[in-house]
């Protein structure tokens, strides 16, 4: 979308943003049709939106086409390769990451067009925000899944995209402000889908640690997801949210068990198949006349 076409919330023209203050919004996805349209519509005010499709086999690359010309179909890079790839595509000098399932909240646009409508403090070089989640039906407003405070606005000189899969993390190099105005995450369908997450992203994450050379003791297996718990319940007031609240908290300790428990799980296969290469089992011998 062209600068000269932006208009502010109530549909009055808005003053285009300057060359140092121009916003491109990075989205990667695959099969995200159900969640594809209503990320972009939140965010057709920026002055440049990409998306990166990891070829997907619904109608998702025909449903961003809609709003962009900007669409690229690239082979799985993992979230991080992914994010790096897109983000080198964005002509603009600052990024804005938006993930499939999440939403610019009209509050968070305001603010960000509000800061970006004049040149930014020298030094400044990114924003973080709160993520709100719905699920179950409501919205979570405490326990491990609030704030959530995410970084993804940010300087591309000054950004760069690391972490450990499944979780990118965005590393900036000088003032981060914080963004009041929440962004919108559309996490899980029901329960089942989160459980099939939890499942993936802890295969993931053991294989990630494993390759760090990281082990786990039965302690840990143990005690690491009653903590997460308490945590998230107790300490973080997640009981305040009902219901979901305590499905939240109790999926967040069972994800934090999955994950060790796989971990665990590689470590002894590779125990177990190294015993076996140094101390092979002895063959027995027939018996005469067998």
Known sequence: ?????????????????????????????????????????????????????????DRTPEIAR??????????????????KFIADLAKGPWILFVDADEEISPGLREEIE?????????????FDCPRLVSYLGRWIRHGD????????????AFGECGGKEPHDRIYVTGDVRRLRSPLFHYTYVDIEDQLATINRFSTISARTHDEEGRRISVGGLLFRPVYRFI????????????V??????????????????????LHHI?????????HPPKSRPLPEGG
């Open 244 to 265: 979901p609240g305590l499905i939240v908290a109790m999926n967040v300790a069972f994800g934090t068990f999955s994950k060790y428990a796989k971990l665990w799980e």
């Open 66 to 83: 809609r709003y962009t010309p900007h669409v690229v179909q690239q082979k799985w890079l993992g979230y991080i390769g992914q994010k």
């Open 231 to 242: 945590r998230g319940y107790i300490f973080k007031r997640g009981f305040l949210d009902g």
């Open 270 to 278: 590779k125990r177990a198949a190294s015993l076996e290469t140094d």
């Open 1 to 57: 979308m062209e600068a000269s076409q932006r208009n502010t919330m109530d549909g009055t023209a808005r003053a285009p943003r300057g060359p140092e203050e121009r916003i491109s919004v990075c989205i990667i996805c695959g099969n995200e049709e159900d969640n594809i349209e209503r990320c972009l519509k939140s965010v057709m005010w920026a002055d440049e939106v990409l998306v990166v499709d990891s070829f997907s086999t």
């Open 114 to 126: 509000r800061k970006f409508a004049k040149p930014l403090p020298a030094g400044v070089h990114g």
């Open 145 to 156: 899944w609030y704030p959530d405070t995410k970084l993804r606005l940010f300087k591309k």
